[in-house]
């Protein structure tokens, strides 16, 4: 196989990439030619914002007036924060930087959600996000016109946009509907699930045989063989395991997991070794007061980390002289004096103005993230899929630090340790790929069993907890049943459906009725308990077409996974029409909710 061959149903001209990151944004995109994409053809953005970094992408940061209005994004936003702060008049904007991880830490999202600033001002997260995605959007359009010399229309766009893979269905929803404020349409966006889509690179890269891929990368990648995608991003560790088919699409073997234990874990035992050393409120109040001095010491540290390996010497750091004084005026003592205690005169020293830290105390900044990362790997090598996988493949930016890529390697040393060439943009190509052809991934394994709240009334108790269980004319009801579609650990081919369930609406007096949906880490759960391993997910609309006027209507209800979401497919059986279906992660309101099983008939009152 020498090149990618897209799905010849699609018909747009250029599908684009956004790699959202909790660090750092990019994005990639093809234009279509022929029938045929090499890799060589994906053009993928280097310093896209004008910086003179090249090779970087731009971070994720986002700077709003004082007016809440967008004012610059990336590197941009960066510099013009430092300099409002060297003048002091910083303090009524708004500066997000790493925000992307709430969506991830939040256990409740909502469309209304908050986002608090660096100095602790709030703003709507959903603006934030939007503002980000549209101009990330609007400056790849810019490129495209520049290089094609001509207009490329907004619908001849096939959009992509890259997920974390253990993120829930919630955070996917918001996602899209901030690239719908940002001007992408849903019609013409899919969500591209971050570890399927490095691997999905990784493999057409072997197959290719580009970039001097060796004879242990293309093994990695003959049908049969098996292995685990380890996405080391800035805010997350997400891993899924891949055999590859005959045919050459990829089948997941168990659901994708992962943790908090990106980079940016790396980053906050910094910030907690700096704020024990000078004591926390000096910390937050030179963080406050000299935002410009923050910047720099971050971004230096940033920079050093990414090149720290277990055979580098002292890292400098050009240490603030505010922050020293500020110490000194705070705590009466001088901080060279400080750094003379025995826990800190081994590992940091205070030269001038630069911060020299040992390698064991670097080296400690990275241990939680690396411990995390290795046990995690090893909790799966023991689930009985995944036995006999013999070979990981490191991707994401932070797979590209030395510190992570020898600690696996000696933690996990009977397996092979694949780092491809240009990990960090594995993901952006991939995704690409995805949107050419979405059917590479050819199956999922469900991560929790789906299903929908009812009240069902039975024949018998059927092994129902005798406390759930009440009389109604003569008739057991349960009133907080899981109704089941989806299970966990089910394979699920991606644009099939599960086994159709039917439902009856009797009385109905609205167009629409709505089901409140469920996901249990249990495989027959019994009912809708949140203390036996049941979370409410949302609300499934369904809108009943016009033509239908009975007050008693049949509906067949299927969930599907198509593509790296939870979609639903209905149909009122007696009609033979479509019924309008739409989940909406984002309601957290449980009530409302008047489903009840009669027997093998699920009923709306």
Known sequence: MSGFRHNSGSKKLVVAAI??????????????????????????????????????????????????????FGFEAEAKYKSLSLHNRHRDWYYFRHFKMNLHHTRE??????????????????????????????????????GLNEDVLPREICWVLTVPAIWRQSAKQFMKEAASKAGIPG????????PESAAIYCKEQALSRVGGVDGVYLRAFDPGERYIVVDCGGGTIDTTGHEVLADGTLRELHAATGGPWGGTLVNEAFEQFLAKMVTPPVFERFRAECASDWIELERDFENAKRGFSSSAGETDLRFPPELGRMYQESQKLDLRERLKEDKYRKGVELVKNNLLIKPVVMKEFFRAAT???????????????????????????FSESRIVSEAVREFHSRMRVIIPEGGSLAIL???????????????????????????????????????????????????????????????VYIGGTSVERKYVISNRRNRSVFWNVFQSTLRDPLLCDFDNGCVYLGKLTIEIPQEIVEERVSLRLSMTCRGSELEARVMAQDQGLSCGAVFDFLDTDITGSDVSVDLDEVHVD
């Open 429 to 491: 190509k991939g995704a690409v790929m995805f949107g050419l052809n979405s059917r590479i991934i050819a199956e999922r394994v469900s991560p929790y069993t789906y299903g929908v709240h009812t009240r069902k009334f039975l024949a018998t108790g059927n092994g129902y907890p005798a406390s759930s269980l009440k009389k109604v004319q003569g008739r057991l009801l349960v009133d907080n049943a899981f109704d089941k579609h989806i299970e966990i650990g089910e394979r």
């Open 187 to 194: 019609a013409q966006l899919s969500l591209a699930l971050e």
């Open 19 to 72: 790699d959202f990151g909790t660090t750092c944004t990019g994005y990639a995109y093809y234009v279509r030619r022929d029938d045929r994409t090499h890799l060589a053809d994906i053009n993928t953005n280097q310093a896209w914002t004008g910086s003179a970094e090249t090779g970087l992408q731009a971070p994720t940061t986002v700077l709003m007036n004082p007016d809440k209005q967008f004012d610059a």
């Open 371 to 397: 411990a995390q990362i290795n046990a995690h790997i090893g909790d799966l090598l023991k689930k009985r899929e995944l036995r006999d996988v013999s070979t990981l493949l490191l991707v994401g930016g």
């Open 109 to 146: 999202l909502t469309r209304d959600m908050l986002l608090t600033d660096a100095s602790g001002k709030t703003m709507k997260a959903m603006i934030i996000f939007a503002e980000a995605i549209k101009y990330v959007k609007v400056h790849l359009q810019k490129r495209l016109r520049e």
